[in-house]
C-alpha cells in the first residue's frame, strides 16, 4: 500500500513539544508473557496476572518413589492424580547429575538419594533402579488426569520454569556431554584432520553455572571448566566408557572453579558415592586447551513432556525390560528437545491411554536447534504446569484428527514430524530406530504430511493453496539429530491467518534500507518516551491517524486505519528523531565556537 502524504499530514509531521515501558518480546533469556489463543473462539486473550510460583493445585517432588530413569511404564501407578483445568508444580532432576557430585548432588538429600549406588550392587539394584535397555532420562510421574481417555485432547501449558539451586552452594550448574551419540561422530573427521572415533575417554564435558541479575532473573550460562570424560570402572564392577551410563558418578578429586581453579581440599564422597575409580592413565583430564571466553543464551525448555504411550509394551525384547526407552521421541511426545517448549508455551497431545498418565523430564537451561552435540545444557528445574482436557467429540479445530505433538506459542504454532512418527508399532523391533530413525528426509517428509493435512484441516484451505503458503510462509527447521528418532518442525506465524497487524512493513516503493522496516515497538516506545510523551505507540498512533484524517469520512472506516496509523507514527518519530539529532548537533557545535 502507498501512503500518500498529504499537506495536512506533512504539517502535523513537525517537531512536537508534548508530544511505556520497555517490553522485550525476544526468546530465550526473557520471555514475555503469554498471549494464549482460546482454541474455542479463536481469538486472542492476555492474562495480565502472573501465575504465582506458590500457588498450585498440585505438587509432585522428584524422589526415588515418583521417578523412573530411562523408560515408559504404561502399567505404572499414577504418583499423583489431577482434574482438567488444575495446575501442578513437578520437580525434574536431570540425569547429568553425576558429571560433578560436588556442585549437582553433594547437599540435595532427593537427588543424593536416587543416585545412591553401593559397592557391589547391580543397577537393578540400587535404590533408583536402572533397567537393561532403558533411556537416560530421570521422569517424573505419571500423572494422571481424571477423565482422560484414549482419543481425547490434552493442552498442556507451561506457566513457569525455574532452575534448581543447591541448597549448600545456593546456586545453579549444568552440564553439556558431547556424546557419542553427536552428530559431529558423523562428520568423520575433526578440524585438524584427525577422525572422530567412539572410542572410550573421547567425549568432552563442560560445566556450566547459571548467572542471575539481583532480582533472580536468570541472564545466561557462563562456562566454568571443561574435562575429557574418562574410563571408569562403576560400583558393580562394570567398565564404563562412554557417557551413556547416566547412573555412574564422575570422581573428581577436587572441586573445579574458574580460569583452572582448583580448591585445595579434596572432596569428601560419602558411602554410595566412593565406590566409582577413573582407569585412565594420568586420571581425569581437564582444560582440554579451552579459553571459555563465551556465554551461552538461556532458553529454558522441557526436553521431555508426553502422554503414556500406549504401544511400549512393542519396545521389549531380549535386550530390554520395563518399557520403551525414554530417548526416541514419537507421536506421544517424549524427547522432543525443542527448545520452543517452555514458559509461556502449551503442548496439544492425544490421548492414548486411560488417564493420560503425563510424565515430565530432561530439562534444558540452553540449547540450540539440531542439539548437534547429542545433549544440550542439562540441569535440574521444577516446572508448572496447567493442564486442560479436551474432550474427543469437542474438540477445538486446530486439535482435531491430532496425530502429533503440537506447539502454541504466543505468535506462533509449531508442528513435530519424525523420521518415524509410530515407530512402536511401525518398525519390527522398535529398538531399531536408533540405526533406522537416522534420516532428515523421512522427518522432513513426515513433517511436510502432518503441516499440509494441519493446514487444510484448520484453515479449510485446499492443497494447492497450501503448498503456496508453506512455500511462502511456514518455516522449517531441524529440531533435533541425535535423539534415534530425528525431528523436523515447521513454524507458522499466527498473523498470517488471524488477520491482525503484521509484525513488519516492507514495502514496494523505492526507499532506503532504513526506511523501509517498520519501527520496533521498543523503539517506538523509547522514542515517545525521550519526548515526553505518556500514551502507548498505539493510542498515539490512534490520535494521529484521527487527527490527520479528521476531515476524511471513509479513512476512520478503513480497513488498513491501523497499518495507515502506523505509518504515520513512524514517519512523525524518524522526523522528530532526525531534527533533535541535527538540534543536538548544533548545540554542541555552538559549545565549541
Known amino acids: 500500500m502507498k501512503l500518500v502524504l498529504t499537506s495536512t499530514l506533512l504539517a502535523f509531521l513537525s517537531p512536537w513539544n508534548d508530544f511505556s515501558t520497555y517490553n522485550n518480546n525476544g526468546g530465550g533469556i526473557v520471555v514475555a508473557e503469554a498471549k494464549m489463543r482460546n482454541l474455542k473462539s479463536g481469538k486472542s486473550k492476555t492474562s495480565k496476572k502472573k501465575s504465582s510460583k506458590s500457588s498450585t493445585d498440585h505438587y509432585l517432588a522428584a524422589n526415588v518413589d515418583t521417578v523412573t530413569w530411562g523408560y515408559y511404564d504404561p502399567f505404572a501407578t499414577p504418583k499423583i492424580s489431577m482434574e482438567s483445568g488444575e495446575t501442578i ?12 557430585y560436588y556442585k549437582m548432588i553433594h547437599g540435595d538429600p532427593a537427588i543424593e538419594e536416587i543416585f545412591y549406588w553401593e559397592s557391589n550392587q547391580t543397577l537393578t539394584e540400587k535404590p533408583e533402579p536402572k533397567l ?29 520454569l525455574d532452575p534448581r539451586f543447591n541448597p549448600l552452594s545456593g546456586k545453579c550448574f549444568g552440564t553439556n556431554s558431547q556424546k557419542f551419540a553427536g552428530y559431529q561422530y558423523r562428520n568423520g573427521f575433526k578440524a585438524d584432520g584427525t577422525p572422530y572415533v567412539r572410542t572410550g575417554g573421547t567425549e568432552a564435558i563442560t560445566v556450566f553455572e547459571f548467572l542471575e541479575e539481583d532480582d533472580g532473573t536468570m541472564i545466561y550460562g557462563k562456562p566454568v571448566y571443561m574435562y575429557r570424560f574418562p574410563n571408569m570402572t562403576a560400583p558393580d564392577g ?15 578429586e577436587y572441586d573445579h572453579g574458574y580460569d583452572g581453579y582448583v580448591s585445595p581440599d579434596p572432596i569428601e564422597y560419602p558411602s554410595g558415592f566412593d565406590d566409582t575409580v577413573v582407569t585412565d592413565a594420568g586420571g581425569i583430564k581437564y582444560g582440554l586447551g579451552a579459553e571459555l571466553d563465551w556465554r551461552a543464551p538461556l532458553r529454558p525448555h522441557l526436553g521431555v513432556l508426553a502422554v503414556m504411550p500406549n504401544n511400549t509394551i512393542n519396545y521389549i525384547d531380549g535386550s530390554a525390560t520395563g518399557g520403551a526407552s525414554t ?62 482436557l479436551h474432550k474427543a467429540g469437542s474438540l477445538p479445530k486446530p486439535v482435531q484428527n491430532l496425530e502429533f505433538p503440537l506447539l502454541e506459542t504466543e ?71 541425535v535423539d534415534g528418532n530425528w525431528g ?30 517498520r519501527l520496533e515497538s521498543d523503539q517506538r516506545r523509547n522514542l515517545l518516551e525521550k519526548h515526553g510523551v505518556k500514551a502507548s505507540p498505539k493510542e498515539y498512533a490512534d490520535q494521529l491517524f484521527s487527527t490527520v484524517t479528521s476531515k476524511c469520512d471513509k479513512c476512520g472506516k478503513s480497513a488498513l486505519r491501523h497499518l495507515m496509523a502506523e505509518k504515520m507514527l513512524d514517519a512523525k518519530l524518524k522526523y522528530a528523531n532526525v531534527v533533535m539529532d541535527a538540534k543536538e548537533k548544533q548545540n554542541e557545535l555552538n559549545l565549541h565556537l
Open 89 to 100: 508444580t513437578v520437580e525434574v532432576i536431570t540425569h547429568h547429575s553425576g558429571h560433578d
Open 132 to 160: 537393561p535397555g532403558s533411556g537416560v532420562h530421570l521422569i517424573t510421574g505419571p500423572i494422571e488426569v481424571v477423565g482422560a481417555m484414549p482419543g481425547d485432547v490434552l493442552e498442556v501449558e507451561i506457566l513457569e
Open 238 to 252: 562394570s567398565l564404563r566408557t562412554f557417557d551413556n551410563n547416566p547412573a555412574v558418578m564422575v570422581p573428581h
Open 327 to 388: 530417548i526416541p521421541p514419537a507421536r506421544f511426545g517424549g524427547n522432543i528437545d525443542d527448545w520452543r517448549i517452555g514458559k509461556g508455551g502449551t503442548m496439544y497431545y492425544t490421548v492414548e491411554v486411560p488417564g493420560a498418565l503425563v510424565v515430565v523430564g530432561d530439562t534444558h537451561a540452553a540449547q540450540g536447534d539440531s542439539e548437534l552435540a547429542g545433549t544440550a545444557m542439562e540441569t535440574s528445574m521444577t516446572t508448572q504446569l496447567k493442564i486442560t
Open 411 to 481: 505468535k506462533e504454532w509449531v508442528i513435530h514430524g519424525f523420521a518415524y512418527d509410530n515407530y512402536l508399532d511401525q518398525l519390527v523391533d522398535p529398538s531399531d530406530i536408533f540405526a533406522k530413525g537416522a534420516s532428515l528426509d523421512l522427518a522432513m517428509a513426515d513433517t511436510f504430511i502432518k503441516t499440509r493435512d494441519w493446514l487444510m484441516g484448520t484453515f479449510d484451505t485446499i492443497e494447492e493453496e497450501v503448498i503456496a503458503i508453506m512455500t511462502t510462509s511456514v518455516n522449517f527447521g531441524v529440531t533435533q539429530v
Open 488 to 517: 523436523v518442525h515447521a513454524t507458522i506465524e499466527k498473523w498470517v491467518f488471524d488477520g491482525s497487524d503484521t509484525p513488519y512493513d516492507y514495502s514496494c516503493a523505492p526507499q532506503t534500507a532504513d526506511r523501509r522496516r
